[in-house]
C-alpha cells in the first residue's frame, strides 16, 4: 500500500563535502572599523522558538578572501521575518554572535579549513604592509634630514633651501594630479581661504626647523622639536580644551629631557634652539588651526590637503626668501660648488633634499590612513629616535652622556604623552566603538 511523506524535511546543515556551497566569510561580516556593509536582502536572522534557519537564493553575500560579491550566492535567512533590512543591518552591527548562537563563525569553521587559511595568510600580509609603511617613513625621513643637513653645511642659506622643497613638493603633487596617479581635489574660494591659516602656520614650522637645522646638530633640533606636545597640551588649554592630569604629567619628562639635553649639548646655539622652539609653535598652530578651518572640506584626503598647503607655503615663502637672503645666494653658491669639488655633487645633495622632504611627508600621511592614531604616535616617537642615531653616526657628533640621558628621558615623555592623550581620545568618544 502506497503512503504518502507529508513530514518537513530536515532543516538544511553545512556539509565539509560539498564542492558546490562555499562557507560564508565571517570575517567579512564584521567590519573591522564597527560599520555595518550595505547589503541588498536579508541578513542573518534565528527564526523563534530556536526553529532551524534555512537556505533562500538571494544577491547575498559571497565567500571572498578580500570582501563581497555581487555574485549571488546561499544565504541564511528567514522567511517568515517581516524585519525591514534596516533592522537587519542593526541587528547586525550590534552583536551577530550573541543573536544567533554564533552560527556563521560556526558554519565557517565546519565547511573546512579555507576560513583558517585565510585568516593566517591576511595576518602575515599585514604584518609586512606595516612594515614597509614603517620602513618608507623612517626611510625617507633619514635620507632627507642627512643631505638636508649635508647641503647646509656647505650652502647655509635654510631659506633658499626650504623654499626649494616646498616647491619640489608642489611640482610633485602637480603632476600626480596631471598624470591622475591621485585624484586632483575639487577646489573651490571657500576652500583657498580656510588653507591659507593652516599654510602660514606650515611655512612657520618649516622654515624655523630649517634654520635650527643649519644652527645646530640635526640630532639636538629633534630633541627640542619632541617637544611639540608640550605646546599643543598649553595652546589647547588656552583655546578651552581640558586635559586629564596624566597628560599635563607626561610632558614634565619632555621638559626636563629638553633641558638636560640643551644644557649639555655641545654644538649649543641660541638660533638653533629658538629655531627648534618656534617650529613646535608654527606646527601646532596648523593642527589647531586646520581643526577648525577644515571642518567643511573632510572629503579632502590627507595626502591632497598637505599638496595644496604645499603650493600655498611655496608662495608665502619664496618672496620673503629673496628679501632675507637672496642677495647672497650667487656668492653663496660658488662657495659651496668650491667647498664640495663637484658641481653635481652639490646638486645630488639639494636635489634629495627637497625630494625626500615631500617623500616622507607624503610616507608620513599614508601610515596614517592605514594605521590607528596611536600607534602612528608611537612610531612617530621611535622615528626620533631612528633619526637621531642615525644622524649621529653619519656626521660623527660628539654626545655627552648628559646629553644622551636627556634625549632619552625627553623622547620617553613623548611616548607617554601618546598613550595619555590616546586615553583621552578613547574616553571622549565612549570606548573604541
Known amino acids: 500500500m502506497l503512503r504518502m511523506n507529508l513530514s518537513l524535511p530536515p532543516p538544511v546543515a553545512f556539509s565539509k563535502s560539498s564542492r558546490h556551497n562555499r562557507p560564508i566569510n565571517a570575517r567579512g561580516l564584521l567590519s573591522r572599523s564597527g560599520d555595518a556593509p550595505s547589503f541588498s536582502s536579508s541578513l542573518l536572522r534565528s527564526k523563534k ?23 549571488p ?14 533592522d537587519r543591518i542593526v541587528s547586525l552591527r550590534h552583536g551577530l554572535a550573541s543573536r544567533t548562537g554564533s552560527l556563521v563563525p560556526r558554519a565557517a569553521t565546519e565547511a573546512g579549513p579555507e576560513g583558517e587559511g585565510e585568516a593566517a595568510v591576511a595576518k602575515p600580509n599585514k604584518t609586512l604592509q606595516l612594515a ?13 634630514n642627512i643631505y638636508n643637513k649635508k647641503a647646509l653645511n656647505v650652502f647655509p642659506f635654510p631659506w633658499f633651501l626650504a623654499t626649494f622643497q616646498l616647491f ?80 599635563w604629567l607626561s610632558i614634565l619628562p619632555i621638559v626636563f629631557g629638553c633641558s638636560l639635553a640643551a644644557v649639555t649639548e655641545v654644538s649649543f646655539n641660541f638660533g638653533g634652539l629658538w629655531g627648534a622652539m618656534i617650529s613646535n609653535v608654527g606646527f601646532v598652530l596648523r593642527n589647531i588651526y586646520s581643526k577648525k578651518s577644515l571642518q567643511s572640506f573632510k572629503e579632502v584626503n590627507g595626502l591632497n590637503l598637505y599638496g595644496w598647503i604645499s603650493i600655498i607655503s611655496l608662495f608665502y615663502l619664496f618672496p620673503v626668501a629673496v628679501f632675507v637672503e637672496g642677495s647672497q645666494w650667487v656668492q653663496g653658491y660658488h662657495k ?55 644622524t649621529v653616526l653619519v656626521f660623527r657628533n660628539p654626545v655627552r652622556p648628559l646629553n644622551a640621558l636627556g634625549s632619552a628621558i625627553a623622547i620617553f615623555g613623548t611616548f ?15 570606548g573604541p566603538w
Open 336 to 390: 659651496a660648488i668650491e667647498a664640495v669639488g663637484k658641481s653635481y655633487t652639490f646638486y645630488f645633495w639639494v636635489m634629495l633634499s627637497g625630494v625626500f622632504y615631500h617623500l616622507y611627508n607624503q610616507s608620513s600621511y599614508q601610515a596614517l590612513d592605514d594605521i590607528s592614531p596611536l600607534t602612528f604616535s608611537v612610531g612617530n616617537t621611535m622615528k626620533r629616535v631612528v633619526v637621531i642615531v642615525s
Open 168 to 247: 619640489v613638493g608642489s611640482v610633485w603633487m602637480l603632476v600626480l594630479w596631471s598624470l591622475k596617479l591621485q585624484p586632483c581635489p575639487k577646489f573651490s574660494k571657500p576652500f583657498i581661504v580656510a588653507l591659507l591659516g593652516p599654510a602660514l602656520f606650515h611655512t612657520v614650522g618649516h622654515i624655523s626647523a630649517c634654520v635650527s637645522f643649519s644652527k645646530v646638530a640635526v640630532s639636538f633640533t629633534h630633541v627640542i622639536k619632541s617637544a611639540e606636545p608640550v605646546f599643543t597640551v598649553v595652546f589647547s588649554s588656552f583655546l578651552g580644551d581640558s586635559y586629564p592630569l596624566a597628560v
Open 73 to 86: 550566492c546561499s544565504q541564511i535567512q528567514d522567511p517568515g521575518s517581516k524585519a525591514s533590512p534596516l
Open 132 to 144: 614597509v609603511v614603517f620602513g618608507l617613513w623612517y626611510f625617507h625621513n633619514i635620507v632627507f
Open 416 to 430: 607617554l604623552y601618546s598613550q595619555a592623550s590616546s586615553a583621552k581620545k578613547a574616553k571622549n568618544q565612549g
Open 49 to 71: 522558538d530556536g526553529a532551524a534557519p534555512v537556505l533562500g537564493i538571494g544577491s547575498g553575500i559571497r565567500a571572498h578572501p578580500f570582501g563581497f560579491s555581487p555574485r
